[in-house]
C-alpha cells in the first residue's frame, strides 16, 4: 500500500507513524490497540496520517458495530486534514475494490465538480472490453448518474458498447440522467437496435417514449428490437401499449 512509503522518512515521528500505520492496517490486531493507533492518527492532519488511514477501509472486523466505529473514525480523520487528504484519497480511489468510502471522503474535501471530475478521469482509463469483475465500473457509472454535470453523459456513452450487460444497462441510466442526453440519442438508438437485454432495451424505450423522440428514420431497425409492451406511433416515437 501508499502509506509503506512513509516509513523511510528520517524524523522523529516516522516511528509512532509507522506503529500505527502497521496496526491500522492489521485486521487481526487487538481491537484497542487498533483504536488507539485510528485515534492518534486522525489527529496528525498530515498527508502521511492520512494514507496510513485509508487501509483501515479495505476490511471487515467483527463485531459490526466496532468495524462501523472505526471505519467512521478513520473517516472523521481523513475529513479532518482537509485539502491536504485529496492526493492519497484519490490515489486510494484509483485501487480500491470499492469507491464508496474514497467518493464519500471527497465529496466532503472539496466541490462536487472535483469529484466527478476524478471519476470521469477514472472511467476514461477503462476499457469495454469482456473482464472477469467489472464491479467498479458499474459503481462509477452507478455514481455518476446520481449527479448532474455537462461531463457525465460524454464519458459514459461509450459504454453502451460495454460487453457486460450491467454495465451497458448502469451507461444507459447514467447518459439518461443528464439534462443534455438528447445529444446521444443516435447512439442510444444504436443500442436499441444492437443489445440483445431486454432490461437494457426497455430502458432506452422508456426514456424515448418519455421524451416523444422518434426513431426515423431508423424505423425498420426498430421495429424488430421493440420489447413487449411497445409499438410505434405514427411518428416513429416509442408508445407503451394500453
Partial sequence: MAFLGIFGKKSSDAGPLRKHAERVAN????AYDRWDSIQSLAHMHTKESVEALLPRF???VEPSITDQEEKDAAFA???DAGVVALE?????????ESISWPIKMLDKIVPSEVVIANLIDLLSSMQTDYERDPERKIQILTTLAERKDSRVAGAAVRFLDDANETVRFTAVAAVLSQDDSSQHTPALIECLCLDESVRVRNRILEA???ASISTTPHEERVKPRLTAGYSLDKSGVPRKKA
Fill in 88 to 96: 492519497p484519497v484519490c490515489a486510494f480511489l484509483r485501487k480500491a
Fill in 77 to 79: 480523520g481523513v475529513v
Fill in 27 to 30: 485486521k487481526r490486531a487487538q
Fill in 58 to 60: 479495505t476490511f471487515y
Fill in 208 to 210: 424515448l417514449a418519455a
